[in-house]
């Protein structure tokens, strides 16, 4: 059952609700149901769908309304956090910036979720390279028995829209991988290109195989090889390698 406009907007956060307001601009509609779902932002062309966190909890939704409409997903990433503590009262206690610092990449993490949407005529992506603020309060002394600290995050909040980046076709993906990779290239390939982790390439080359960017073309020892693949592939020509190789 599809959630109603006042529970779909009761938990949410300063981040999502000021993307929300961006992209519904002076014409457009939030929190309106279509098919059956709410929606962040109705346009007169496109459904705007506004995902500060898992892709998971948007899969059914998304997969059942690009049958009909046009669907923009919208991702913010940060590349520069600031961390602010506040105490029980909510008062400022402490404001440091953050070491970890969010890149295109990072899409990968979530798409596995429905990565072969990326090839859908009627879907898109658009990554915002974000900077914020998160702030952060003392876990209430009844809960703090499920957690392994002291504090949890309470709210993020917008500063500034550094980028945007459009992903409409598969192609488009190929551009979120790091510069310098072999031709065919591996996973671990990924992972000294990126300085990231292995989970992190591991679920890219499974995204980017699911969309139909990227094909298995053979193996390097125990890791598969793959090959990047002319624009305009679909992934239906591509038939994907297994997740987490």
Not at 18 to 26: C, H
Not at 129 to 153: C, F, L, Q, S, T
Not at 176 to 190: H, K, N, Q, V, Y
Request: net charge positive.
């Amino acid at each position: 059952m599809a959630a109603s406009p006042a529970l779909s907007t009761y938990r949410e956060g300063s981040l999502h609700a000021a993307v929300k307001e961006l992209y519904a601009g002076p014409g457009g509609r939030t929190e309106e149901s279509v098919d059956g779902y709410v929606v962040d932002v109705v346009r007169d062309d496109e459904l705007v769908e506004v995902q500060t966190a898992s892709f998971a909890s948007a899969a059914r939704k998304l997969r059942r309304l690009v049958e009909a409409h046009r669907v923009a997903l919208v991702h913010p990433i940060a590349i520069e956090r600031w961390l602010l503590r506040v105490d029980a009262d909510g008062a400022l206690t402490d404001r440091r910036r953050s070491p970890k610092r969010g890149r295109p990449l990072d899409i990968f993490e979530e798409l596995v979720a429905f990565p072969e949407l990326v090839a859908h005529p009627n879907f898109r992506l658009e990554l915002l390279m974000i900077r914020e603020e998160e702030v952060r309060g003392p876990i209430p002394a009844g809960a703090r028995y499920r957690y392994p600290r002291e504090w949890w995050r309470l709210d993020r909040r917008l500063l500034e829209i550094v980028e945007t980046i459009r992903i409409d076709t598969p192609a488009d993906l190929l551009a979120l991988l790091p510069e310098g990779l072999p031709s065919p290239f591996t996973t671990a390939d990924i992972v000294v290109a990126s300085r990231r982790s292995k989970r992190l390439a591991m679920r890219s080359a499974y995204c980017l195989s699911k969309s139909g960017a990227i094909s298995c073309v053979g193996r390097a020892g125990r890791l598969l090889t793959y090959q990047m693949e002319p624009v305009g592939l679909r992934a239906a020509e591509v038939a994907p390698a297994g997740y987490g190789q």
